[in-house]
Each structure stands twice: as C-alpha cells, then as structure tokens.
C-alpha cells in the first residue's frame, strides 16, 4: 500500500460571537484612553493593557483548520490570523469506533458524547461533513471534519468495517 499525504485547509465562518469580542474589546480599548484622558491618568495603564490584550486576542477570532492526514493520521492544526499556528489534535483513525456522515443513524449511539467541531460551519459544509468517534486522552469524542475525497477513500480503504456511508 502507498503511503498517501493529503493537507486541506478550512477556513471558520466568523461568528457573532467573534464579531462581538473583536468590536467589544476596542470599543473598551478606547474607553480606557478616553478616560484617561478626561477623569483620571491610571485608565491610561489600563489602555495600554488593553492593547497588549487586543494584540493576544483580536487576532484569534480569525481561525482555520489544516488537515494533514497521513496514512490513516489526522493531525488538526488551528491557524490564527494566517499568522500563527497552533497544533490543535491528532487522531489515528484506525482507532475510531465508527465513521460516518454527520446526520447518520450510525452515529445516533453517540449522543452524550463530547462533540469537537473542526468544521467551518457554513450550511454547505455542514451537510458534507463527516464525524468520526474515538476515544482519546481517556475520554470517547465524537470529531466533526470535512475531509477531502481522497481522505474519506483511504478511510474506507484502512477501516472498511467502521466505514459507513449512509
């Protein structure tokens, strides 16, 4: 068998709530200065802590996934800003309970289990995502992705008896 190399990048649909903590923050950004300004010079300290705190956390609002799977390996990374990267899971599939279409009643056994969504959560890729279940770090999660079609193949190929497609 050929070892297969795949990546794919997902970029996450901005949330309200992303919106409301990148417009939130700024707007107490500038608070801070205004106050300092006009009622008492230690808002000022406060201003410029709270650029360093826009810094760290504006650019976070902004996510995508990276897939890299490798033979029957899925490591997730989370990409900030299109700066910064962070190594977000990896997962051998080969040890998944089950994978399946996210919707399918393969997966309806698993409903009191932590869901991990690495999806962009877009209506058209919600209907073309796929969940796996698998237990990791001593704790079973259900892992929401959308994989390439030539990932979903190799996942038939290596784990046909876990691999449904309805």
Do not use: C
């Not at 106050?35 to 902004?62: C, E, Y």
């Not at 994978?99 to 969504?117: C, E, M, Q, T, W």
């Amino acid at each position: 068998m050929s070892d297969l190399f795949k990546e794919k990048l997902i970029s996450v649909q901005p949330t309200m709530k992303n919106r409301f903590i990148k417009v939130f923050f700024v707007l107490l950004t500038i608070l801070m200065f205004v106050s300092g300004i006009m009622v008492h010079p230690a808002f000022l300290l406060a201003g410029f802590g709270m650029i360093l705190l826009d810094i760290w956390l504006i650019p976070r609002q902004s996510v995508e996934y990276e897939y890299s799977y490798v033979n029957g390996v899925l490591d997730i990374d989370r990409i900030f800003s299109k700066q910064s990267r962070k190594k977000g899971a990896s997962y051998d599939l080969s040890e998944a309970e089950v994978i399946a279409p996210v919707g399918s009643d393969h997966l309806s056994g698993f409903k009191n289990v932590k869901v991990v969504d690495y999806t962009s959560g877009t209506p058209e890729d919600e209907k073309n995502a796929w969940a796996f279940v698998i237990s990791s770090n001593q704790e079973r999660q259900k892992v929401l992705i959308s994989p390439s079609e030539d990932m979903l193949k190799d996942m038939r190929m290596r784990a046909p008896s876990r691999f449904f497609t309805n």
